[in-house]
């Protein structure tokens, strides 16, 4: 933890959040947006097209000088959990001042040790397993065997069974029975797009090959992230009356203690 949040950051009393993001999973998502759009991902780390992919001809453009490049796909997909994990985090604070809370969104704790790859028994921090590997600067999370299983190995083998996992698990969201806002919430929900065995057949054979030629998915960004914490906690109201002006805090934290701890 950086040395300035250390007054304040998980001490007794508070609660410290810490949302994680599977951005293998967002991977296979990003590789269906791709293939629903014609797009095919290119190798730019090896400089090479992937192989075995002429049999899609009739759902991708590979007419195109290099397609998607690999290292840009997987910024694009850290840069899309990155923002999930803070639109969490900023929505969390707004509900923690409507209650009367004080509220801090940062990034001042060291994310591999968060997740548990410190590399030292004694901090094990959220318990989650990590490969290492020469050819990587710094080790990969994968998940919590049975509670937060990564859609990359070890959790989930080949790319095949990663796609109809996600599969699985996007229709499963939108069953036609679930209450909704249309007039006809189950024809609406009923009408969601199944993916053909040919598209996830090209989604498994780009996936399997990210992995096998760069020996993780994704290839160049974490398998499973963390960035953004939220810490809540009570306000010492009297430290703000001394030293700031009125407006200092909201109405909801002043009257915070009367309505949450009539008690006292």
Same mark, same amino acid.
């Given at each position: 933890?950086? &040395?300035?949040?250390?007054?304040?950051?998980?001490?007794? &009393?508070?609660?410290?959040?810490?949302?994680?993001?599977? $951005?293998? *999973?967002?991977?296979?998502?990003?590789?269906?947006?791709?293939? !629903?759009?014609?797009?095919? $991902?290119? @190798? @730019?780390?090896?400089?090479?097209?992937?192989?075995?992919?002429?049999?899609?001809?009739?759902?991708?453009?590979?007419?195109?000088?290099?397609?998607?490049?690999?290292?840009?796909?997987?910024?694009?997909?850290? /840069?899309?959990?990155? %923002?999930?994990?803070? /639109? +969490?985090?900023?929505? &969390?604070?707004?509900?923690? *001042?409507?209650?009367?809370?004080? %509220?801090?969104?940062?990034?001042?704790? =060291?994310?591999?040790?968060?997740?548990?790859?410190?590399?030292?028994?004694?901090?094990?921090?959220?318990?989650?397993?990590?490969?290492? =590997?020469?050819?990587?600067?710094?080790?990969?999370? /994968?998940?919590?065997?049975?509670?937060? @299983?990564?859609?990359?190995?070890?959790?989930?083998?080949?790319?095949?069974?990663?796609?109809?996992?996600?599969?699985?698990?996007?229709?499963?969201?939108?069953?036609?029975?679930?209450?909704?806002?249309?007039?006809?919430?189950?024809?609406?929900?009923?009408?969601?797009?199944?993916?053909?065995?040919?598209?996830?057949?090209?989604?498994? $054979?780009?996936? !399997?090959?990210?992995? =096998?030629?760069? &020996?993780?998915?994704?290839?160049?960004?974490?398998?499973?992230? +963390?960035?953004?914490?939220?810490? %809540?906690?009570?306000?010492? $109201?009297?430290?703000?009356?001394?030293?700031?002006?009125?407006?200092?805090?909201?109405? /909801?934290?002043?009257?915070?203690?009367?309505?949450?701890?009539?008690?006292?």
């Amino acid at each position: 933890m950086e &040395g300035h949040n250390t007054w304040c950051v998980n001490r007794p &009393g508070t609660l410290l959040l810490m949302p994680v993001a599977d $951005l293998a *999973q967002h991977a296979v998502a990003g590789l269906c947006f791709l293939v !629903q759009n014609g797009y095919v $991902l290119f @190798d @730019d780390v090896h400089a090479e097209p992937i192989p075995g992919l002429e049999p899609f001809r009739e759902i991708l453009d590979l007419d195109l000088d290099e397609g998607f490049p690999l290292t840009y796909f997987d910024q694009y997909m850290l /840069t899309e959990a990155t %923002a999930e994990l803070a /639109t +969490s985090c900023y929505a &969390g604070m707004l509900m923690l *001042q409507a209650m009367g809370l004080g %509220a801090w969104m940062f990034d001042g704790i =060291d994310r591999h040790t968060i997740l548990g790859a410190s590399g030292d028994p004694e901090v094990p921090g959220l318990g989650f397993r990590y490969d290492t =590997d020469e050819r990587w600067a710094v080790p990969n999370p /994968t998940g919590i065997p049975g509670v937060f @299983d990564g859609y990359c190995p070890p959790h989930h083998s080949g790319g095949g069974r990663r796609v109809r996992r996600a599969e699985v698990r996007t229709r499963g969201s939108i069953p036609p029975y679930t209450p909704g806002p249309w007039r006809e919430s189950a024809g609406v929900r009923s009408s969601a797009q199944v993916h053909s065995e040919e598209f996830k057949a090209c989604v498994s $054979l780009m996936a !399997q090959y990210v992995l =096998d030629r760069l &020996g993780k998915f994704p290839a160049t960004v974490p398998s499973v992230f +963390s960035l953004m914490y939220l810490q %809540a906690h009570h306000l010492d $109201l009297g430290f703000y009356d001394e030293h700031f002006g009125p407006g200092a805090y909201l109405q /909801t934290h002043a009257r915070h203690l009367e309505r949450w701890h009539p008690e006292g």
